[in-house]
C-alpha cells in the first residue's frame, strides 16, 4: 500500500486562559494541561509519525514491517473487539477516562452521540486527535485529572457510558493514594457522580488468579513471575485484581450493579468477549501463549488446563481478564 502523507490542520484559540486547540474537526482543550506526562512508554514520537503518515487501514502493515510491541499496543485495530459490541447508541454520551492514544475513541465516537475524553499526556492526546482528526463529535480534555474532575462538576455533566480506556488500576493512577483498596474504591464513587440515573461505567482489570499467571506470565508492571498470585505490595502502582476483590470494590462505590465479561485470551488483544450467559465450551481455548511484551515461562498445557476448568465451572475464577459493566444501586 502506498504511503498517504496527511497534513495536521492545527488552529489556536486563546481566550482569558483557555487554550483550545482544533486538529481537523477535533478540539483538544490544553486549558489545564500539568505539563508533565506520565505512563509514556517511549514510543509516543513513532506513533505521532504513524497516525500522521498513514491511513488506519495501513497501521497492521505497519505493525507487521515494525514488530514493535508499543505499535501493537496503541494501534492495533484487535483492542477495539474490548469495546466495539457495547450498545452504546447515536443518542449517548460517553467519558473515555485515560484515553491514551486513542485506541478506543474512534469506535466509541462511531456508535455515540459524542465522545469527552480526559488524557493526562500531552504527546498522548495529540496522537489521539491526529488520528481522528478526520471524526467529528470529539472532545479532547488534556487536563490534570483532578481539575477536569471539578470542571465535570461545576458544569454539572453526566453521562450515559464512562470508559476507563486503561484499565481499573491504569485508571486510578491519576487518583490521590489514599491507602491499600481505598483508591479504586474511592476513584469509582467520585466517576458515579458523573454517570446519568441509567448510566453504565465499563473498565477492565487483569485477574490476579489468571491461568496464565499461574503457567508462566509475568502480570503487567510487575518485577517478577507470580507476584500478583502471591498478592501485590502495598504501595505498589502494578495491580491486578480477583472477582471478589472488583464486587468488593464497586459495591463500596456504590456501583452494586455488575456485570461480569470475560475478554481472552486476555484484556490487551481480545479476540473472543464471553459473558456469564455464554462461556466458553470445551476446546475453544487454545490461544494461549501469545505474549508480545515480554518472555514468558509454558509451565503447562493451558488449554487442557482451560477445558478441566469448564467441566468444573470455574471459568469466571481463572479467566484471565474481566470487563466489569457497574450500574449504580437500584439502576
Given at each position: 500500500m502506498m504511503q498517504v502523507k496527511r497534513q495536521v490542520k492545527s488552529?489556536?484559540?486563546?481566550?482569558?486562559?483557555?487554550?483550545?486547540?482544533?486538529?481537523?474537526?477535533?478540539l483538544l482543550d490544553d486549558t489545564f494541561y500539568p505539563g508533565w506526562d506520565l505512563g509514556m512508554d517511549g514510543a509516543e514520537d513513532e506513533i505521532?509519525?504513524?497516525?500522521?503518515?498513514?491511513?488506519?487501514?495501513?497501521?497492521?502493515?505497519?505493525?507487521?514491517?515494525?514488530?514493535?510491541w508499543e505499535l501493537l499496543y496503541h494501534l492495533s485495530h484487535v483492542r477495539q473487539n474490548l469495546v466495539e459490541w457495547l450498545p452504546i447508541t447515536k443518542e449517548q454520551g460517553v467519558?473515555?477516562?485515560g484515553a491514551g492514544c486513542g485506541v478506543f475513541t474512534g469506535v466509541l465516537a462511531e456508535k455515540a452521540k459524542s465522545v469527552r475524553c480526559i488524557?493526562?499526556?500531552?504527546?498522548?492526546?495529540?496522537?489521539?486527535?491526529?488520528?481522528?482528526?478526520?471524526?467529528?463529535?470529539?472532545?479532547?480534555?488534556?487536563?490534570e485529572f483532578q481539575k477536569a474532575v471539578e470542571k465535570l462538576g461545576e458544569l454539572n455533566e453526566q453521562y450515559d457510558w464512562i470508559v476507563l480506556t486503561e484499565g481499573l488500576a491504569g485508571a486510578s493512577a491519576c487518583w490521590e493514594d489514599m491507602g491499600e483498596g481505598t483508591r479504586y474504591t474511592a476513584f469509582l464513587r467520585q466517576l458515579g457522580r458523573f454517570l446519568k440515573k441509567d448510566g453504565r461505567l465499563v473498565f477492565a482489570a487483569d485477574n490476579r488468579l489468571g491461568l496464565k499467571y499461574f503457567a508462566g506470565?509475568?502480570?503487567?508492571?510487575?518485577?517478577?513471575?507470580?507476584?500478583?498470585?502471591?498478592?501485590?505490595?502495598?504501595?505498589?502502582d502494578a495491580r491486578s485484581f480477583s472477582r471478589p476483590e472488583l464486587e468488593k470494590i464497586c459495591r463500596a462505590a456504590g456501583l452494586e450493579d455488575m456485570e461480569f465479561y470475560y475478554p481472552y485470551p486476555d484484556r490487551v488483544l481480545p479476540m473472543s468477549v464471553y459473558s456469564d450467559a455464554y462461556l466458553p465450551k470445551a476446546g475453544e481455548l487454545r490461544?494461549?501463549?501469545?505474549?508480545?511484551?515480554?518472555?514468558?515461562?509454558?509451565?503447562?498445557?493451558?488449554?487442557?488446563?482451560?477445558?478441566?476448568?469448564?467441566?468444573?465451572?470455574?471459568?469466571?475464577?481463572?479467566?484471565?481478564?474481566?470487563?466489569?459493566?457497574?450500574?449504580?444501586?437500584g439502576q
Open positions: 488552529s489556536v484559540e486563546r481566550d482569558a486562559g483557555v487554550m483550545v486547540r482544533y486538529v481537523g474537526k477535533v505521532l509519525e504513524v497516525v500522521s503518515s498513514y491511513p488506519e487501514e495501513a497501521y497492521a502493515r505497519v505493525i507487521g514491517e515494525r514488530k514493535k467519558l473515555e477516562i488524557e493526562t499526556s500531552g504527546k498522548r492526546s495529540l496522537i489521539n486527535a491526529t488520528r481522528h482528526q478526520k471524526r467529528e463529535k470529539i472532545e479532547i480534555w488534556n487536563w506470565c509475568a502480570p503487567e508492571g510487575g518485577t517478577r513471575y507470580f507476584e500478583g498470585i502471591e498478592g501485590w505490595t502495598k504501595g505498589q490461544d494461549n501463549r501469545k505474549n508480545f511484551d515480554r518472555e514468558r515461562y509454558i509451565l503447562f498445557d493451558e488449554a487442557r488446563a482451560f477445558d478441566r476448568i469448564l467441566e468444573d465451572g470455574l471459568f469466571p475464577v481463572f479467566a484471565n481478564a474481566f470487563l466489569v459493566i457497574a450500574r449504580q444501586a
